[in-house]
């Protein structure tokens, strides 16, 4: 999965702190998308984006902003982060599908993850 | 109801045994299947998919029970190094946000 890195790998914040976790692609992606996992509750999805300048939101946004102002760059923001969202978040592009679409039979592949943890 | 659903485990096998998950999932409609394994503290890495007929990789077997709906995971021969969480994923074709997750069951081969 060179194609997609993922910075931080790890950060700890205090409550009320703000950051940007980043995910760089190099494969020309048009859909992103960005997931956090946590114990006994699975992937689940935050945000993603079918294009450059484009964002919408996934099962849990809140919390969370987002922005894809390059197609290679999709930013995933707390602005003020709290203890929930000590969680490991996934930076995932499609692993198929032609550009502009995740079709039917399309899955994705993840970025090697970021670890966060609010006190 | 959630969309994926998997026995979370863990399942303790001994080196050679054959083991099965299961993974039942909620929307009729679903089109695609996949499995991922996930070692610790590591990212989710594509396994195989899940084909109608039933698919076979090396000593991975995976089956797809539409009428009943559920995928199932076969591992024969297991080896130390198949110790993994093991996802199942479903492609619902509800559109861009298509992908669903099951928590995923642990696997630990024992020696």
């Known amino acids: 999965n060179a194609g997609v890195t993922q910075t931080p790998k790890f950060r700890v914040l205090k409550t009320g702190q703000s950051m940007t976790l980043l995910c760089a692609q190099d494969?020309?992606?048009?859909?992103m998308y960005w997931y956090r996992q946590d114990p006994g509750m699975g992937l689940r999805l935050i945000h993603y984006s079918v294009g450059e300048g484009t964002t919408a939101k996934g099962e849990v946004p809140d919390g969370y902003n987002v922005s894809r102002l390059k197609k290679q760059n999709f930013l995933l923001g707390l602005e003020s982060a709290a203890p929930s969202q000590t969680s490991v978040y996934f930076c995932a592009p499609p692993l198929a599908g032609g550009p502009g679409r995740f079709g039917r039979s399309d899955t994705q592949y993840f970025g090697p993850g970021t670890r966060l943890t609010v006190l | 109801r959630k969309e994926v659903e998997q026995d979370p485990g863990p399942f303790n096998v001994p080196e050679g045994a054959t083991v099965a998950f299961n993974c039942t999932y909620s929307n009729s409609a679903s089109q695609s299947f996949f499995w991922y394994r996930q070692d610790c503290r590591k990212e989710p890495k594509l396994l195989m998919s899940?084909?109608?007929s039933g698919n076979e990789d090396g000593r991975f077997t995976a089956q797809l029970n539409r009428a009943s709906q559920y995928i199932s995971l076969l591992i024969r021969d297991s080896k130390l190094s198949d110790s993994a969480t093991y996802l199942c994923v479903v492609n619902s074709s509800t559109g861009a946000n298509n992908l669903f997750f099951g928590t995923g069951t642990r696997l630990t081969v024992i020696p």
């Open positions: 899940v084909y109608s």
């Open positions: 494969m020309n992606h048009e859909y």
